[in-house]
Nanobody
Framework: QVQLVESGGGLVQAGGSLRLSCAAS????????MGWFRQAPGKEREFVAS????????YYADSVKGRFTISRDNAKNIVYLQMNNLKPEDTAVYYC?????????????WGQGTQVTVSS
């Protein structure tokens, strides 16, 4: 079992920045891909970004490409999501996720989420 705890959310004005963190409870975190997802009110959860276990490859949704950066520190069991030039449409609860099948897009472990609110 892997436990994930997100932090770093908050209220920010449009154009501002936030850095989200996701701390994992287990050392074997370092062998799994990690992903960030978000869910806005009344909408389905959507993919934001993911990173391979080594950090060598990253993937982004078109809506955040060029503004968000995902990274990881396997020594600390933490994955980050740096969010720049935030827009009101980025407002959502952000979740990190991982799991043995994450490389196939199937995430088995999820955090509780952290709220990001971007004001116009």
């Amino acid at each position: 079992q892997v436990q994930l705890v997100e932090s770093g959310g908050g209220l920010v004005q449009a154009g501002g920045s936030l850095r989200l963190s996701c701390a994992a409870s287990r050392r074997t975190f370092s062998v799994y891909p990690m992903g960030w997802f978000r869910q806005a009110p009344g909408k389905e959860r959507e993919f934001v970004a993911s990173i391979t276990w080594s950090g060598g490859s990253t993937y982004y949704a078109d809506s955040v490409k060029g503004r968000f950066t995902i990274s990881r520190d396997n020594a600390k069991n933490i994955v980050y999501l740096q969010m720049n030039n935030l827009k009101p449409e980025d407002t959502a609860v952000y979740y990190c996720a991982t799991g043995e099948r994450a490389a196939k897009g199937q995430y088995d472990y999820w955090g509780q989420g952290t709220q990001v609110t971007v004001s116009s």
